[in-house]
C-alpha cells in the first residue's frame, strides 16, 4: 500500500495539525498530515530554532513552533511524545484543545509511573492532568513506518484500521476524520476508558486489522 492518500473536501474536518513531538514519530506524523493536506505546527521542548534544520529535512513543509502556538492554532493537536513529558505539560495550555493521545508507556523510556497502577489507561491518565482539554486514543496502536507504509485510499482492499476512543464526541469525530484523511479507516471505539484495549500487551496493538475485523475484536471486549 502507498503512502500516499486522498484529500476529501470537508467542512468538518480539521485543517491545521499542531504536532508535539519533533522525534522520529512526530515527523513522521507531520509528513503523512502534509500528504493529506493539512497544514502542520511541529514543536520541541524549546525554542523552534532549534529544530528548523530537522523538520526541513524530515517534514518538509512543515513549520516549527513553539509548544505554546502549535496547540493554540491545531484544530488537533498530537502528543508524540515520551508519556512522563506529557505528565508535565502545562494543562492551562491545553483547555479546549482536541488533544491526540499517541503515546505508549514504555517502562525503559517513562519509568514507573504510580498513577498507572490506578488509572485503567494512560489516556485516562493524560486526560486528567490536561484538564480541559478534549483527549482521543488513537495512532498509538501502528509503528511510524507503518503509519506511512499502511496508508491507502478510501474504498481500498484490506484498507488498515485504526480504532479511535474518547469521551467527548465531537472531538472524537474530529479526530476520526484526521485518521481517514491519514489514510486509514476510523473505528469508534467509545469512550476514553477502550483505549486500554490499544495499548501495548493487547490484540488490536500487536495485530494488523482492517475495519471488519478491528470492529469484531472491540465488539467482543479482547483488545
Known amino acids: ?46 525554542d523552534p530554532a532549534v529544530i528548523e534544520h530537522l523538520v526541513a529535512r524530515e517534514a518538509p513543509g512543515a513549520r516549527p513552533v513553539t509548544a505554546a502556538e502549535a496547540v493554540r492554532a491545531g484544530d488537533v493537536v498530537v502528543l508524540a511524545i515520551p508519556l512522563r513529558k506529557a505528565l508535565a505539560l502545562d494543562p492551562a495550555m491545553f483547555a479546549g484543545a482536541v488533544v491526540v493521545d499517541a503515546m505508549n508507556h514504555w517502562p525503559l523510556v517513562d519509568g514507573r509511573i504510580p498513577a498507572l497502577e490506578v488509572a485503567h489507561s494512560t489516556s485516562e491518565l493524560v486526560q486528567a492532568h490536561l484538564v480541559g482539554a478534549r483527549v482521543v486514543k488513537t495512532l ?3 509503528g511510524s513506518d507503518e503509519l506511512e507504509a499502511d496508508a491507502a485510499p478510501p474504498g481500498s482492499p484490506g484498507r488498515r484500521a485504526l480504532a479511535v476512543a474518547g469521551d467527548d464526541e ?53 483488545g
Open 140 to 142: 498509538n496502536h501502528l
Open 1 to 46: 500500500m502507498s503512502g500516499e492518500v486522498v484529500m476529501r473536501d470537508d467542512a468538518a474536518a480539521p485543517r491545521t495539525i499542531g504536532i508535539l513531538g519533533a522525534g522520529r514519530f512526530g515527523t513522521v506524523i507531520a509528513r503523512q498530515a502534509l500528504r493529506a493536506g493539512y497544514a502542520v505546527l511541529i514543536a520541541a521542548s524549546g
Open 170 to 222: 465531537d472531538a472524537r469525530r474530529l479526530v476520526m476524520a484526521f485518521v481517514e484523511r491519514l489514510g486509514y479507516d476510523a473505528v469508534d471505539a467509545g469512550p476514553l476508558a477502550a483505549g486500554l484495549a490499544l495499548e501495548p500487551r493487547s490484540h488490536i496493538f500487536n495485530g494488523l486489522y482492517d475495519r471488519a475485523g478491528l470492529e469484531a475484536i472491540l465488539g467482543r471486549g479482547e
